[in-house]
């Protein structure tokens, strides 16, 4: 089976007038379809410059990035990707927002609103498609986002910390919301996160980056007791605390080093 993902010796050199910055040296993944995969790691180990390979908005400086077995050569509407930042448009409504991948693809038509709104209506936001952002909670707004990218029917999500600003309670239901969604419809998905606990929660394999330069430093497959549980409950498998202070122990090697920056809370991010 060809990967929809693979990094082959990958490195990405930043130049600057000052200097050259090696964010990410050999480097070699390969992530099947349907599976999700998260990125822990250190500040500045090259996590936000390898999605931005990933999704084409940067080219790599050797090796190759593969989607579905050909070299990645911009933006594909293939490849979804989820911010942090919800970026809504203020002035457009909730259903125009959900829309908007569709109508700058130009595959907006009566049947596409229509899936635009079975979307909305399944993440419980069938009643504000003619509200406006600012209307909404962050936690409704990000999951209005992710109809958005999920409305392209991209193959792959690139989740860059989706999460991390929402309360605790939000995150944790969007966390199941997500990765249920991802999983209903055999989607593949690489998330970046901060938080140690969620990378075991809905992934099927973790990978620790280390840094200077951005490296592959270890790989966790998440036992099937875990991966197989809702994200929520997954916190609560025999086996889950075990392997996070494993991880957390490989991280704090990091840390000795100045290089950590992933939360510790086994629960909250
Ligand atoms: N546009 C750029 N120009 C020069 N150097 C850059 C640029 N973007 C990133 N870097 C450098 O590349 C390295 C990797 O940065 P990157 O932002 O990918 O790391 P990160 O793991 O996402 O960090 P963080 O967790 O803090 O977001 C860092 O040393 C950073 O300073």
Redesign the pocket.
Known sequence: MVPVVELRDLDHL?L?DREA?L?LKGLNLAVDAGEFISLV?P????????LSLIAGLLSPSRGQVLLHGKPITGPTPEIGYMLQQDYLFPWRTILSNAQLGLELTGRLNEESSLMVQDLLDGMGLGNTTNQYPHQLSGGMRQRVALVRTLATDPDLLLLDEPFSALDYQTKLQLEDLVVDTLRQRGKTGILVT?DLSEAIAVSDRVIVLAAKP?RIRSTYMIPDNIRQMQPFYAREEEGFNELFQEIWRDLETLEERGLK?VSHANSEG
């Open positions: 930043y600057t910055i964010a790691g500040s500045g180990c090259g996590k936000t410059t390898l901060h951005g920056n």
